[in-house]
């Protein structure tokens, strides 16, 4: 045996552990990497239901308020009046479509009740919201808005609101336009603000584009 292959051989030996292992950890990161599908949806959004309407995405969750839980409305934040701490509930004995509706019920003229969702949204795009609504003997505060959608900045600035709704009327369809501008996320709010009487809020859409 040649002795000058001695030196040789013990370079190698950690050269070749050394790219036995880089090889073992970037097989590992590929092993790991196949466990998560290229194509996976977030639990977000595979559970948005589809537009009624439309075969545009209903981009709004929990739109019919018929996922409740025993505390809290599931996706969305309830903000009732601080002198009226129950105005916001699920009403499981009035809807528009399903089994309840979301209902802000008010004693005080001064009260003031939102229930509001963080949408994700693409910036500089048009979009869509309906609703349908539900009044009885609202009134309102002089100067002061009543019941309506709205869509802010996530920093609690308005963007839009729909139109107005007071007094008693039966379910109707309400439907404004946006454009999301520089947000990536935009608040949409369901309102009664500074005002007495019933509103009722159910099958909320917010879809991309204009209809
Ligand atoms: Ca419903």
């Not at 139109?163 to 439907?175: D, E, R, V």
């Given at each position: 045996m040649n002795a000058a292959k001695y030196p040789t051989a013990l370079w190698l030996v950690p050269l070749v552990l050394f790219l036995a292992t880089m090889f073992q950890c970037i097989a590992s990161d590929q092993d790991k990497n196949r466990l998560v599908p290229a194509d996976v949806k977030t639990p977000e959004a595979a559970t948005r239901e589809p537009s009624a309407e439309s075969l545009r995405e209903n981009l709004v969750m929990n739109s019919g308020f018929e996922k409740s839980g025993?505390?809290?409305?599931?996706?969305?934040?309830?903000?009732?009046?601080?002198?009226?701490?129950?105005?916001?509930?699920?009403?499981?004995?009035?809807?528009?479509?399903?089994?309840?509706?979301?209902?802000?019920?008010?004693?005080?003229?001064?009260?003031?009740?939102?229930?509001?969702?963080?949408?994700?949204?693409?910036?500089?795009?048009?979009?869509?919201?309906?609703?349908?609504?539900?009044?009885?003997?609202?009134?309102?505060?002089?100067?002061?808005?009543?019941?309506?959608?709205?869509?802010?900045?996530?920093?609690?600035?308005?963007?839009?609101?729909?139109?107005?709704?007071?007094?008693?009327?039966?379910?109707?369809?309400?439907?404004?336009?946006?454009?999301?501008?520089?947000?990536n996320t935009v608040t949409l709010q369901l309102y009664l603000h500074l005002s007495t009487g019933d509103v009722w809020y159910d099958d909320i859409e917010m879809v991309k584009g204009l209809e």
């Open positions: 025993q505390d809290e409305l599931e996706y969305w934040a309830l903000m009732p009046a601080k002198s009226e701490l129950s105005a916001i509930t699920v009403d499981g004995a009035e809807s528009h479509s399903g089994n309840s509706s979301l209902r802000i019920s008010q004693a005080n003229a001064d009260s003031f009740s939102v229930c509001k969702q963080n949408i994700p949204v693409e910036p500089g795009t048009d979009y869509t919201v309906t609703c349908w609504m539900k009044g009885e003997n609202i009134v309102i505060t002089e100067g002061c808005e009543g019941a309506h959608v709205l869509i802010g900045k996530t920093d609690g600035h308005g963007i839009k609101g729909a139109a107005i709704q007071q007094g008693s009327f039966p379910w109707k369809k309400t439907a404004m336009t946006f454009n999301s501008g520089s947000e």
